[in-house]
């Protein structure tokens, strides 16, 4: 059972576009929503993360958006740069847990 | 401040083997988490380690398994290989300070059954 959805599977942003990941959760016991970053051959590394008690987060050209209400949440990447092109993932933990339920990943790329 | 170090990052072995995998924390971080990484499955739990115990444990069989050191440092092994578990395996690390305390993933071990 997969408990967070994540979409799309693969995503083509040109140079100053803004790049949207979505994600789709069933467990609402999830209150910790972090987002991750991985490039090639490195470990995921942590964007951005949210709580379910507000409904953005900003940090630089990172936003999430959450709604409660339809257990979504996603993110944004304004002026996408090719140094963006990296593997998203998007996750969530419950109750103070360590152990991550992780999207299946998004591959974004950011042509010129 | 050195990040989350795993060895070998690179391994191959053949069906019914064994291997261990090594993985050191960042000083000062008292937790440790394993995830498998595959093309198929995306990223998946496998167990967390604090003060030597594992206090979680994913959907796994009982050939993978795992232990943490006094020093934090973490191993775990799997037995009796099997093709399906060719894959990326990472280690995260987290300080303990909070629930929302972030998780430092390593390189990860690549690990190729033949």
């Known amino acids: 059972q997969q408990q967070v959805k994540q979409s799309p599977q693969s995503l083509i942003v040109q140079k100053g576009g803004i790049s949207i990941i979505n994600c789709a959760y069933e467990?609402?016991?999830?209150?910790?929503f972090p987002w991750y970053q991985q490039f090639p051959g490195k470990g995921p590394a942590l964007l951005i993360a949210i709580r379910p008690d507000v409904s953005e987060k900003k940090e630089g050209r990172f936003t999430i958006s959450f709604n409660k209400s339809a257990k979504q949440f996603s993110l944004h990447i304004m002026d996408s740069q090719p140094g963006d092109s990296a593997t998203y993932f998007c996750a969530a933990t419950e109750g103070g847990s360590y152990q991550l339920t992780f999207g299946k990943g998004t591959k974004l790329s950011v042509i010129p | 401040k050195a990040g989350v170090t795993q060895t070998p990052r690179y391994l191959i072995k053949t069906r019914g083997q064994q291997v261990t995998l090594s993985c050191s924390p960042i000083s000062g971080h008292r937790s440790v988490s394993w995830y498998q990484q595959t093309p198929g499955q995306g990223l998946q739990f496998l167990f967390e380690y604090f003060s030597e115990t594992q206090r979680n444990k994913g959907n796994f069989p009982g050939r993978f398994s795992g232990r943490q050191f006094s020093n934090s440092r973490s191993e775990m092994n799997v037995s009796t290989l099997e093709l399906g578990d060719s894959a990326l395996y990472l280690c995260a690390s987290t300080r303990l300070a909070g629930s929302t305390d972030t998780q430092y993933f390593g390189p990860g071990t690549r690990l190729t059954v033949l």
């Open positions: 467990n609402t016991a999830f209150d910790y």
